[in-house]
């Protein structure tokens, strides 16, 4: 029998570590590693992969990742109480899963990883949403990574995969969609996690493109589109006044009537709207 076999049931695990959800830290934990494991085959092929894997908790999901196959799996999480559970799973795995006790807002974590790369993350939704514009926004593209395999409440996915004109739509869909393929690959409701949130979650998967859609600079093109929507339901000429005393002149030569409201607007629109910046 091998040391995997060994790995306890992870309700035991929560209960001999003392692993009581902090709500603080955004934990609802997944038990179910049959759940675990049909979320870790979200995230595509592992076995020739390194899997940055952020907030493991107890190791659901990390232990799902190593079953699939990943080659090596690097694990952030920011509650010290979880190392002694990630221990036993690093035992059954010998050099195969690398745990780092910290916050990974604050963490680099490239130069313990070796491409191609994939992130799987189960996350606090504001944690989640942070990271998943900064992996989308780096200078340079492609980025370190080739897909992101994230748990979001439902309502951020909804965001993510929005097409322009539903409510949904906005920055997060704009960055997604600029440089990524995105779509939901599974839903959960609330008692698939112990103890169950208030909210029903999803499941989106995004792929890097090799380059984006179109042409634009990263934080010039997040700082248009966040100023489009803090105020939605303005017209254009107004909501991005502060950006520029000629904004009108610029909006029409990105096709773009100043009248309109930021949720009319496509990612191509946008695009050209952010490059009148660069000149
Ligand atoms: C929703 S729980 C999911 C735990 C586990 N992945 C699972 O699916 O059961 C979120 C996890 O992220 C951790 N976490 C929260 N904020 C974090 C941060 N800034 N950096 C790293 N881990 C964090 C929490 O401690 C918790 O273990």
Redesign the pocket.
């Known amino acids: 029998m091998s040391a995997i076999d060994n790995l306890p049931s992870l309700s035991k695990v929560i209960a001999s570590h003392g692993l009581s959800a902090r709500k603080s ?6 038990l179910d590693l049959n759940l ?1 494991a049909k979320i870790a085959r979200r995230a595509g092929e592992l076995s020739d992969c390194d899997i940055l894997e ?5 190791g ?2 990390t232990r799902g990742l190593l079953a699939e196959g990943a080659r090596k799996v690097l694990a ?4 010290e109480r ?1 190392m002694p559970a990630l221990a036993e799973i690093a035992a059954a795995y010998p050099g195969q899963l690398e745990v780092i006790n910290g ?3 604050e963490i680099d974590p490239l130069s313990h990883l070796t491409p191609p790369i994939r992130i799987a993350a ?3 939704y504001n ?1 989640g949403t942070e990271l998943l514009v900064r992996w989308l926004t780096p200078k340079q593209w492609p980025p370190f990574w080739e897909s992101l395999t994230l748990m979001f409440q439902r309502e951020v996915a909804e965001r993510i995969i929005a097409a322009p004109g539903s409510k949904a739509y906005g920055r997060l869909a704009l960055l997604a969609q600029w440089r990524a393929d995105a779509k939901i690959v599974m839903h959960l409701p609330p008692e698939a996690f112990s103890p169950p949130p208030k909210v029903h979650s999803a499941v989106v998967h995004l792929t890097a493109l090799p380059e984006p859609r179109y042409p634009a600079d990263a934080a010039i093109l997040s700082r248009i589109v966040a100023a489009a929507f803090n105020q939605r339901r303005k017209m254009l000429r107004g909501s991005l006044k502060s950006q520029a005393p000629d904004i009108e002149d610029r909006l029409l030569s990105a096709g773009i009537k100043p009248t309109e409201r930021a949720e009319q607007v496509s990612l191509e629109q946008f695009c050209a709207l952010a490059r009148t910046f660069e000149k």
């Open positions: 830290l955004g934990q609802n934990f997944l675990t952020i907030g493991p908790g107890p659901g999901l952030i999480e920011k509650d979880c916050d990974a807002l189960n996350l606090p944690v």
